[in-house]
């Protein structure tokens, strides 16, 4: 985390960070860190959550006095503009909703994460923060997404898709027709839908934003990057085969690089929590230095760029509309 | 589809093939090709399925009569072993399932893909007939697979895992849990269940079948699809940048067309039709004649390893044990 901090200090000297964390283990680092030293406030809590930890136990345990309480906290407080942690996904989102509570009229936070395609990057949401999600969350997400989009990438009407499967008159995933009709007849400022999008658009960057529940959105996030891992070694497998190979390698070695920059998966690194009274970033747990730098520029950029402004004033034009309007009822009538 | 069969028939002079369609289009291309055309019977069909027509239309214009439905009644009335369409999939699965109708006790039935792994290759299903499946469902997905991994791959007892996320105590996808639950209580003979699996480990070949719901495992096959395109485009692009690059390709190319080899979406072509009582093959619509001879091969390979008997074989077996021991309740209480 903190050589991260580091880096990402360098390409964004105003940042200054308040650290929660272990004495004994921080302070010998930040020592051999002077530049982030300088810019940070260093606060020791004797109480860390492990990676291991059911969320409810984690937040029996750690509530008011573990490092990620604290630095949850910062935010809620004020001393932080974003609360960014590499530790235990569910115990952080449970923390956060704790702390933070979701903002009025949304029912349940998302996680929603940067996808490389080939146009650039797309936002998709929910990549894990809940399992299952009815029309009006779906909605809700599209908001939040299209906000985070319009922050991030500073396109004034971001386009929205929600994913699906091209099998007509099927069964089930009633939510999603369900929201996908409200978005046709309920045009939102800010937001362009574009209808469904289907499991290999995401790669594509067909739309900036692709909503779906967490579960489908946890899956095809590992299902993509299991797939580049496994491209990635029958790569690495094929060039190393032949002496031809190998010197064809060599020649193109600079091509390889900017490849392997290209799937670098620490570059897109960094989930945002959306729907809730403050912005936390999650960090991937096993990413390093990179990794960890890339985060935090996202959090700075989020934290410049008014994040959670956005968020709140969509959802709120939105939810006022709606009930001047009173079309509640066509989203999810049976949640009413 | 005729020259894909006539590949197909090179590999296995065995087979004769029935084929339904429209004799204007059929026999031209048929009188190029005499040695499929030698073992052949043509019927030809006034009807045919658009690829966008609903499903229930299909069904109702094109039921007793279309090249579709009387490919599949072959299988009914025994003329033909196997059924194999690249038609439209919606279709295909109402006609399959009014003609042949599913098998005893099982409820729906589900599409069977075959992923390339890092370890060879996997089954993975259900890739899209039907949205949700409870946890009844998810077990006789889980023994159906089983036994095309038993006929496929020629595995006594194949490994099994459920498709899941890595969050802990997340509301809903309690049919995942029931299912797991019942398959860790319950050993089945002919399958060895490992528990939970997540999308990174279908690329790894964790397990040699990986059972989820149509929905999800859609989205998951359209994603591998579509990063698996989006990387051969990066590596297109990097490979042609620089002469050294270029030269570099020239050199390595032996080992680039291996590398493509490898990920042939059309080697792996054709998607089984798992729970009724008759096999059917769907073909990609979009492939070429070497996807359409993989999808025959893949025909033959499981009319020849009896895919039919040992599916039934399961599901009985299963069922039975099930009624005399009674413990069904504990699987899915909601549907009984």
């Known amino acids: ?50 990676m291991d930890e059911r969320p409810s136990q984690a937040l029996r345990q750690g509530r008011y006095k573990s490092s990620m309480w604290k630095t949850v906290e910062a935010v809620k407080t004020g001393e932080a503009h974003v609360a960014v942690s590499a ?8 923390m956060a909703k704790f702390c933070l509570r979701t903002m009025a009229k ?37 908001m939040m997404g299209a906000a985070m989009a319009r922050a991030l990438f500073g396109i004034e009407e971001p386009t929205v898709g929600l994913l699906n499967v091209g099998v007509e008159e099927v069964k089930g995933q009633d939510e999603v027709k369900e929201a996908a009709r409200f978005l046709k007849e309920n045009p939102i400022a800010g937001l362009s839908y574009r209808g469904f999008v289907e499991g290999d658009d995401l790669g594509k960057g067909t739309v900036d934003v692709v909503v779906t529940e967490g579960f489908t ?3 095809a996030l590992k299902t993509a990057e299991g797939t580049a891992k496994q491209i990635a070694g029958y790569l690495r497998a094929a060039m190393s085969q032949t ?29 945002v929590f959306l729907g809730l009274n403050g912005i936390v970033i ?31 004033d969509s959802l709120r034009l939105f939810h006022e509309r709606l009930t001047t309007n009173g079309p509640t009822a066509a989203i999810a009538p049976e949640t009413i």
């Open 217 to 219: 959105g946890n899956v």
């Open 243 to 271: 002496w031809m190979a190998r010197l064809g390698y060599i020649l193109a070695k600079s091509a390889f690089d900017r490849l392997r920059d290209k799937m670098d998966p620490r570059k897109v690194n960094g989930g």
């Open 106 to 142: 949304v029912e349940r936070p998302a996680i929603a994460g940067i996808w490389p395609t080939v146009r650039g990057e797309s936002i998709v949401l929910d990549i894990g923060a809940t399992i299952g999600a009815d029309a009006q969350q779906l909605v809700d997400f599209s």
């Open 1 to 50: 985390m903190l050589p991260g901090a580091a880096i990402s200090l360098q390409r964004h000297p105003r940042t200054r960070f308040v650290l929660y964390g272990d004495e004994s283990v921080v302070l010998p680092v930040l020592d051999t860190l002077p530049a982030l030293k300088a810019a940070s406030t260093f606060h020791h809590c004797d109480v860390s959550i492990r």
């Open 282 to 312: 999650k960090s991937h747990g096993g990413t390093d230095a990179e990794g960890v730098a890339a985060a935090i520029d996202l959090a700075c950029a989020m934290a410049e760029n008014g994040l959670l402004g956005k968020v709140e």
């Open 87 to 94: 530790g235990n996904t569910g115990a952080l989102m449970a």
